[in-house]
């Protein structure tokens, strides 16, 4: 048996400089255990150099102020990736409007964190002043070709210029791995890293209105329907295909008789409407492909790669009525918020530096909560290009007996993977060593603060411990209202997409945390309550852009609220009711 009180074959000691860490905002990136094979192939250095390169540019940091070669802004303790919460407080220090508080507030909400221990070097006048020009152009942007363009367009042609990787060699096929995530990823993951901080000005601008304003629930309101959002694209396709079922009593005959084996007896006929299925399906696959459950994984379960999870979320939406229509959905938030801000236009008309100010906050949302949208889509399909390579590879080395899983080769950290090329067999054990050692972490639950120094992990509580206490009727849980509206029905606690076929028509959806692999399922669902999340979240974006109620935040939802619970969701309030 393995011994997990050793530190993991990734993990770093934590800085000096900058102590405090927190798992706050790490779900959407990494709920579980990190790989050896993801740290070292696009994770680790290559984030961490990225993220720095990304304050410098916004002027909130300069490079020199983190430690060469070693990990500063992240870290990985027994596996589990940290933000470095003493970092994001200096952020604040600097930030004009902001400070350590508030920072402690926007990443832990009510969970207290150690005190604040200002250091000299946190608040200097020179980085404000970078911060204010980021801020003044930002808020005056009207476009960003680069990320709406050009970075969309190079990752379209990145994908269209795929090399056959069953032609390849096992060393090219790493090589080719290895050189998209140097060349092509690094620049496109610093551009996204830099546009979290940029868009969080958005919000912030909105937010300050709202409150102006004397209605809170505006910053939400104005920030559904806009349209083009790209992790939202994928549900339209995934509802058309849908359709095709519908209208084919063949193919409903083969979706009837379930999941599993569906690609298989879908591409062996010679039915018209099943080949028609199969064409319009590999054309999501080809545009869509790169989305999964895991998205900064090096070999998740990705649409391309394992079909059974998109025809799964198909088979769901075929039973829902035309009514869930994403586009109808859509349709009628755009004409809600096209209304409310025709409400603002007229109610403020006389007071032109008002409107002036409405205006300005109203175009750079549209802007950027379309660009960060496509700034991560833009990333994640690069690094797809280098998990393709790896499948293929994973795939001969299953087939010659190397390894027992495809899986396995997220045992191995990129230097390893290149002596197992040259020395095949050698890795067997430690990869099983490696596995073990992953699922007995997988089964803790990391403390959510670490100050400086790390918890013994024999200290850590079991994940799978009960809740505190299980919502009884009438408790009223509070989160944050991500869009607008009061959904009741069924509550759905879900935490794989592969368990889709759980969901039924009229139910709610209950997740631990959400990323675009889980977006077709909301069109399934009522309304979606998730364990963690903020505004500019995943579920929030995509829920308020497919017009259905969203509460987020709401802590140990998936633990305290039992399947089969009926509730009510308040979207605007912030609100899960039970009933």
């Avoid at 969080?200 to 709202?210: K, M, N, W």
Wanted: net charge negative; hydrophobic share 40%; with cysteine.
């Amino acid at each position: 048996m393995v011994d997990i009180s050793q530190p993991f074959v990734i993990d770093n000691a934590p800085s000096e400089r900058f102590p405090v860490y927190t798992r706050a905002n790490t779900g959407e990136v990494a709920g579980g255990v990190i790989t050896p094979l993801r740290w070292t192939l696009n994770g680790g250095m290559v984030v961490e150099s990225a993220w720095r390169r990304a304050l410098e540019e916004f002027g909130a940091f300069d490079e020199t102020e983190f430690r060469p070669d070693v990990l500063d802004i992240q870290g990985v303790f027994h596996g589990y990736i940290y933000i470095n919460l003493s970092v994001q407080r200096v952020f604040g220090v600097r930030m004009p409007g902001a400070s350590a508080d508030l920072m402690d507030r926007t990443y832990l909400g009510d969970v207290t964190a150690p005190a604040y221990a200002a250091q000299p070097d946190d608040d200097r006048p020179e980085y404000t002043d970078r911060i204010l020009a980021s801020v003044g152009r930002v808020m005056s942007e009207r476009d960003r070709p680069d990320i709406t363009s050009e970075d969309r367009e190079e990752a379209a042609r990145l994908r269209a210029a795929r090399p056959d990787l069953t032609a390849l060699g096992d060393r090219e096929l790493l090589e080719h791995a290895q050189a998209v995530v140097k060349e092509r990823y690094g620049s496109v993951l610093q551009k996204h890293l830099r546009m979290v901080y940029e868009s969080s000005i958005v919000t912030g601008a909105l937010d300050d209105l709202a409150a102006d304003l004397g209605d809170p629930t505006l910053a939400v309101r104005l920030t559904g329907g806009l349209g083009d959002i790209a992790s939202a694209a994928p549900s339209q396709v995934l509802w058309d295909l849908s359709r095709l079922i519908v209208q084919s009593p063949a193919l409903t005959a083969e979706f009837e008789r379930g999941v599993d084996g569906l690609d298989d007896r879908l591409r062996a006929s010679t039915d018209s409407a099943m080949r028609r299925f199969v064409e319009w399906f590999d054309r999501f696959c080809y545009e869509f492909g790169s989305r999964s459950t895991d998205e900064w994984a090096p070999m998740p379960k990705t649409w391309e790669s394992h079909h059974g999870v998109p025809l799964g979320m198909i088979d769901r939406l075929r039973l829902q009525d035309e009514s869930k229509n994403p586009q109808l959905q859509s349709h009628r938030l755009r004409q809600d918020r096209e209304a409310l801000i025709g409400t603002l236009r007229t109610r403020h008309a006389d007071d032109a530096a008002l409107l002036a100010r409405i205006e300005s906050v109203l175009a750079t949302t549209d802007l950027y909560m379309r660009a960060r949208e496509q700034s991560k889509t833009n990333t994640v399909r690069v690094l797809h290009e280098a998990r393709m390579p790896l499948f293929e590879l994973a795939r001969r080395f299953v087939e010659r007996g190397l390894l027992a899983r495809a899986d396995d080769l997220n045992m191995l950290t990129v230097t390893e993977l290149e002596d197992l090329l040259a020395a095949p067999g050698r890795y067997t054990d430690r990869i099983a060593e490696r596995r073990e050692w992953i699922d007995r972490l997988d089964e803790l639950e990391p403390p959510f603060i670490i100050d400086g120094e790390i918890p013994p992990v024999t200290e850590w509580p079991e994940k799978k411990a009960p809740a505190i206490s299980m919502a009884a009727p009438g408790d009223v849980l509070e989160g944050i209202g991500a869009c607008p509206g009061v959904a009741e029905g069924i509550a759905r606690v879900i935490f794989d997409p592969v368990d889709a076929p759980d969901l039924e028509p009229g139910e709610i959806l209950v997740a631990p945390v959400t990323d675009p692999g889980w977006t077709p399922i909301f069109t399934s669902a009522e309304a979606v309550v998730v364990n963690v999340g903020s505004p500019l979240s995943h579920a929030a974006i995509v829920s308020r852009e497919l017009g259905m109620p969203c509460v987020l935040g709401v802590r140990e939802a998936t633990k305290r609220i039992a399947n089969g619970t009926r509730i009510t969701v308040d979207g605007t309030n912030g609100t899960v009711t039970v009933h």
